[in-house]
């Protein structure tokens, strides 16, 4: 269906031409009694306290539970990791020679508390700090490996799915995940007119076919307060858009900008659903479980989405000591994804038979609930494909052969 203009009152325009930075503060605190009453919101752990004694000195409770201090101290060069972490040769060479196509770095002080400093294979570091690995170009590799440039009917929409779209209104997040699967366009700063997003809203508004809104980037959640509340509301007044879902890694890297203004916020336009990025138990900490639970308490359903990743979470046992955590914070798991191919992430990449046994080895031996959808992102746009370890092993006479979680043979009476 060609999609028809959409004419929106000026009145309903985004509040400006074009938005500002992220770690442009949003609306700094008005007085002293407004910024104790927000740090006393929010609890911090020990972690994180020492951390910022040693690193920050001159940081303020205040200053270290603000999402928008946060934002303005990011770690983003390699002088200022150098002066946090003990850095490996690999490490060091690889922040040398970065170029202006490559991803960019970024970390939150918040999030650089959880890793080990002396440890270049620390699970979180691996998955934040680049290393020359990523110079290094294999066979199936791609700068957009899920063809969504080729799903792509307006600026800044993905329509690969007949009833759901894929928004991407950011290319920015808090802090950069080295096996990015949107890794050729995130961190470019090129920011978002209002022009781009009203070409997204009027293709949804005029294809009825598509009830499920997906918005991501970048990450949403990184933007201020008044932006997603504009955004939510158009969406939102779409008589067939019947859910609203946002994709974020925030509550992880970043819990702090999970205030009770932007919950209060988020809630007004229910259903909507926050689909999280979690990757290891190291992340679940007081600060992220609190975030989690301001979400819940609001009424919004939480789901996680874990990629595989070698040498960080590709075992049994720390995948289910994090789908347990997720689990005890009210966050369903959802999807474990096999990494996507893009270029530079051989080292990152499993192979699916290790998915299949962590798979494997969480049916049966623990609750559903703390099961994900084991998939693969189809290369070339083919979608999400599921991958299950082989139950039914053959038929006979009238009887079904299925196998349980232990192996064990079972007959069901399955007359054709």
Same mark, same amino acid.
């Given at each position: 269906?060609?999609?028809? #203009?959409? #004419?929106?009152?000026?009145?309903?325009?985004?509040?400006?031409?074009?938005? &500002?930075? &992220?770690?442009?503060?949003?609306?700094?605190?008005?007085?002293?009694?407004?910024?104790?009453?927000?740090?006393?919101?929010?609890?911090?752990?020990?972690?994180?306290?020492?951390?910022?004694?040693?690193?920050f000195?001159?940081?303020?409770d205040?200053?270290?539970h603000?999402?928008?201090w946060?934002?303005?101290?990011?770690?983003?060069?390699?002088?200022?990791?150098?002066?946090?972490?003990?850095?490996?040769? %690999?490490?060091?060479?690889?922040?040398?020679?970065?170029?202006?196509?490559?991803l960019?770095?970024?970390?939150?002080?918040?999030?650089?508390?959880?890793?080990?400093?002396?440890?270049?294979?620390?699970?979180? @570091?691996?998955?934040?700090?680049?290393?020359?690995h990523?110079?290094?170009?294999? %066979?199936?590799?791609?700068?957009?490996?899920l063809?969504?440039?080729?799903?792509?009917?307006? &600026?800044?929409?993905?329509?690969?799915?007949?009833? @759901?779209?894929?928004?991407?209104?950011?290319?920015?997040?808090?802090s950069y995940?080295?096996?990015?699967?949107?890794?050729?366009?995130?961190?470019?700063? @090129?920011?978002?007119?209002k022009?781009?997003?009203? $070409?997204?809203?009027?293709?949804?508004?005029?294809?009825?076919?598509?009830?499920?809104v997906?918005?991501?980037?970048?990450?949403?959640?990184?933007?201020?307060?008044?932006?997603?509340?504009?955004?939510l509301? %158009?969406?939102?007044?779409?008589?067939?858009?019947?859910?609203?879902?946002?994709?974020?890694?925030t509550?992880i890297?970043?819990?702090?900008?999970?205030?009770?203004?932007?919950?209060?916020?988020?809630?007004?336009?229910?259903?909507?659903?926050?689909?999280?990025?979690?990757?290891?138990p190291?992340e679940? *900490?007081?600060?992220?479980?609190?975030?989690?639970a301001?979400?819940?308490?609001a009424?919004?359903?939480?789901?996680?989405?874990?990629?595989?990743?070698?040498?960080?979470?590709?075992?049994?046992?720390?995948? $289910? $000591?994090?789908?347990?955590?997720?689990?005890?914070?009210?966050?369903?798991?959802?999807?474990?994804y096999?990494?996507?191919?893009?270029?530079?992430?051989?080292?990152?990449?499993?192979?699916?038979?290790?998915?299949?046994?962590?798979?494997?080895?969480?049916?049966?031996? *623990?609750?559903?609930?703390?099961?994900?959808?084991?998939?693969?992102?189809?290369?070339?746009?083919?979608?999400?494909?599921?991958?299950? &370890?082989?139950?039914?092993?053959?038929?006979?006479?009238?009887?079904?052969?299925?196998?349980?979680?232990?192996?064990?043979?079972? @007959?069901?009476?399955?007359?054709?």
């Open positions: 269906m060609k999609p028809k #203009a959409l #004419a929106i009152p000026e009145t309903e325009e985004p509040p400006s031409n074009h938005c &500002p930075g &992220p770690d442009e503060p949003e609306e700094p605190p008005s007085s002293t009694a407004l910024a104790k009453a927000i740090s006393r919101a929010f609890a911090g752990s020990s972690n994180s306290l020492s951390f910022r004694q040693k690193f000195p001159t940081a303020t205040i200053d270290w603000s999402w928008q946060q934002l303005r101290h990011r770690l983003t060069s390699l002088k200022q990791l150098n002066k946090i972490f003990r850095l490996s040769e %690999q490490e060091s060479h690889s922040l040398q020679f970065t170029g202006s196509n490559s960019p770095l970024a970390i939150t002080p918040y999030y650089a508390s959880l890793i080990d400093p002396d440890n270049p294979d620390h699970p979180l @570091r691996r998955t934040m700090v680049p290393t020359t990523e110079f290094l170009v294999s %066979q199936g590799e791609e700068q957009d490996p063809g969504e440039d080729g799903h792509s009917p307006v &600026p800044g929409l993905i329509h690969r799915y007949p009833d @759901r779209v894929l928004f991407l209104v950011t290319d920015y997040c808090s995940c080295r096996y990015c699967t949107r890794s050729r366009m995130v961190g470019k700063r @090129r920011g978002h007119s022009a781009r997003w009203q $070409k997204a809203i009027a293709y949804i508004a005029a294809n009825p076919q598509i009830r499920d997906l918005i991501s980037g970048g990450d949403p959640l990184t933007m201020p307060d008044h932006y997603l509340e504009w955004l509301g %158009q969406l939102h007044r779409i008589k067939h858009v019947e859910m609203i879902r946002i994709g974020t890694k509550p890297v970043l819990p702090q900008r999970i205030t009770p203004e932007l919950v209060n916020m988020l809630k007004r336009f229910h259903p909507l659903w926050l689909s999280v990025h979690c990757t290891h190291d679940l *900490t007081p600060e992220s479980q609190q975030a989690f301001r979400l819940a308490d009424g919004i359903p939480l789901g996680s989405q874990t990629v595989l990743l070698a040498g960080i979470n590709d075992s049994v046992d720390i995948m $289910k $000591k994090l789908m347990h955590g997720l689990v005890k914070n009210r966050v369903k798991p959802y999807y474990l096999q990494c996507d191919p893009i270029i530079g992430s051989s080292h990152f990449r499993t192979p699916v038979a290790k998915g299949l046994e962590i798979y494997q080895g969480l049916r049966g031996h *623990t609750t559903g609930y703390a099961v994900p959808n084991y998939v693969i992102d189809a290369p070339g746009g083919g979608g999400k494909i599921p991958l299950l &370890p082989e139950t039914v092993v053959g038929r006979e006479g009238n009887d079904l052969m299925i196998k349980n979680y232990e192996g064990k043979v079972y @007959r069901y009476p399955d007359v054709i």
